[in-house]
């Protein structure tokens, strides 16, 4: 499927969930491979469910369909559903607060450990420092404690 053809068919599925939508957007950022699917709305609880679950559903089912229609490609594209800009405050936030520690490190000259994170955060934090000449990042622990070690290059 052509890029268009799929972000006509990712905006024509949202759009028959009636969900209340103000504005639909979708994008592909080529850079990331990331095609972002941005929603406004001024009725969130429809969206919400328990611990955001709804999202991640649709996000689920999203993003599986865009992994199956471009997997062949080099760079397979991820979906990421950004309701209210919620997403793109939430990364925002994780990079702040890899900025903090990683000048805790480059301060101290030694490895510092991050919280827990899931897989989505932890991928945050490796890309937002991987350009850094003097740290490097490696994931650690296992399950729900899985985090990110930042580590001063000597």
Do not use: C
Request: glycine letters at 4%.
């Amino acid at each position: 499927m052509e890029t268009q053809a799929l972000i006509g068919y990712i905006t024509g599925l949202i759009q028959k969930t009636t969900l209340p939508i103000e504005s639909l957007e979708v994008v592909i950022d080529e850079e990331k491979h990331t095609l972002w699917v941005r929603i406004k709305t001024s009725n969130i609880k429809y969206f919400s469910g328990k611990d955001n679950e709804h999202v991640e559903a649709l996000n689920h089912l999203v993003g599986r369909i865009v992994y199956e229609q471009t997997a062949k490609h080099e760079y397979p594209l991820r979906a990421i559903i950004d309701i209210n800009d919620a997403y793109e405050k939430q990364i925002e936030e994780i990079r702040s607060t890899a900025y903090m520690y990683a000048s805790r490190v480059k301060y101290y000259q030694d490895s510092l450990e991050m919280p827990p994170m899931n897989a989505f955060e932890r991928r945050i934090v490796h890309e937002y420092l991987q350009d850094s000449e003097d740290l490097s990042t490696e994931s650690i622990g296992e399950g729900k404690e899985r985090r990110i070690k930042i580590i001063f290059k000597k």
